[in-house]
């Protein structure tokens, strides 16, 4: 990808978009801006992947369109949202700011593939996790972002990683660490009792999960170092590379009696094997509740760890991922082929 950068090569046009350490700026494969070096470039498979990670997009080369210029409404709210990321635009504030909503939903969508409120979403949440990732504390990346206290981004920073250090004193820590994987950026939090939570950042509801996590076990989310975090980054490295088949690091499982079974069933299920919902409910001895398990399979909060990608439909269909489809297949190609290798060298 980064020789096709090099040449500008036209034909990787929406195959893959990059981003630049040093700039914060995602661009297209042909943009033409200075050339950076390849240690500061990281590659993404979508640009909403790219907003997640924290890059805005490249006013030159424009990778959130197809070419055109944006509408001019379209270019006002990017130029805005960059300007004050934690604004609110619910509609009662876009009609304030003299802008049309159901304009505005329609120009979007068909400008940047994607609603305003899933670009200002992305772009936010991407922001308050690459502070994460550069190891900075709720107050400093308040400070750095000259945010008043009470600001829409400190809320929902809050909401993100956790109470504000003020009332901090008396709550435990969840150390947070970005991980990034051959399928995109995943976020593991772990504490002394094991992984508690790994997924995908761009995953719905993340915000809301990691919001419950803490209020549940009263602590905090911090980015940090630990030795389980240090433990999962070395065997999900492994499993990608087709060495590994199960993991070591302990997990934490948290959740109510019904969901802990489907979890623990779900962990007995081998790499490289798939199991139907139905199968999945007689296991756990509750052969009526086939939906209930879909649901607390739904719920895992341990992707990859806790296989819920092995369980498929009845007919073989591969339904519905929280990660999305395509990564539940890549997933189950992957663990067929670590398999074969496996049973080759015996
Ligand atoms: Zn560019």
Redesign the pocket.
């Known amino acids: 990808m980064y020789r096709a950068f090099e040449r500008r090569d036209p034909t990787f046009e929406g195959v893959f978009w990059l981003g630049v350490r040093t700039t914060g700026?995602f661009?297209?494969p042909t943009?033409r801006?200075r050339m950076p070096r390849r240690e500061n470039v990281e590659f993404f498979a979508a640009p909403a992947d790219a907003l997640h990670a924290g890059y805005r997009p490249?006013r030159?080369?424009r990778?959130l369109d197809s070419g055109r210029a944006p509408p001019p409404l379209v270019e006002r709210l990017l130029l805005a949202v960059d300007a004050e990321p934690g604004r609110r635009y619910r509609d009662a504030e876009l009609a304030a700011m003299g802008i049309d909503p159901s304009t505005t939903r329609r120009q979007f969508k068909r400008y940047c593939g994607m609603t305003f409120q899933s670009y200002h979403r992305a772009r936010r949440m991407g922001l308050a996790l690459l502070d994460i990732r550069k190891g900075k504390t709720v107050l400093d990346s308040q400070l750095d972002q000259g945010f008043a206290s009470g600001s829409g981004f400190r809320e929902a920073f809050a909401r993100l990683v956790g109470t504000t250090p003020s009332r901090a004193h008396d709550v435990g820590v969840l150390h947070a660490k970005w991980l990034e994987t051959p399928l995109g950026s995943m976020l593991a939090i772990a504490d002394d009792r094991g992984l508690i939570l790994l997924d995908f950042v761009d995953r719905r509801g993340l915000e809301r999960e990691l919001a419950m996590l803490q209020k549940r076990l009263k602590a905090r989310v911090l980015p940090g170092e630990h030795r389980f975090l240090t433990q999962i980054e070395r065997e999900l490295t492994e499993y990608f590379a087709g060495r590994r088949r199960s993991f070591d690091t302990p997990v934490a499982i948290i959740g109510s009696p019904f969901q802990t079974a489907v979890w623990n069933a779900l962990l007995k299920i081998p790499a490289g094997a798939t199991c139907s919902y139905a199968e999945l409910a007689a296991r756990i001895g509750q052969p009526k509740a086939v939906r209930a398990v879909g649901r607390a399979n739904g719920d895992n909060r341990l992707s990859i760890i806790v296989p819920c990608h092995r369980v498929i439909g009845a007919d073989g269909a591969l339904t519905g991922y929280g990660g999305g489809l395509a990564r539940k297949r890549k997933l189950l190609d992957l663990e067929a082929r670590s398999t074969e290798d496996f049973e080759l060298r015996g």
């Open positions: 700026i661009c297209r943009c801006a490249c030159k080369c990778p």
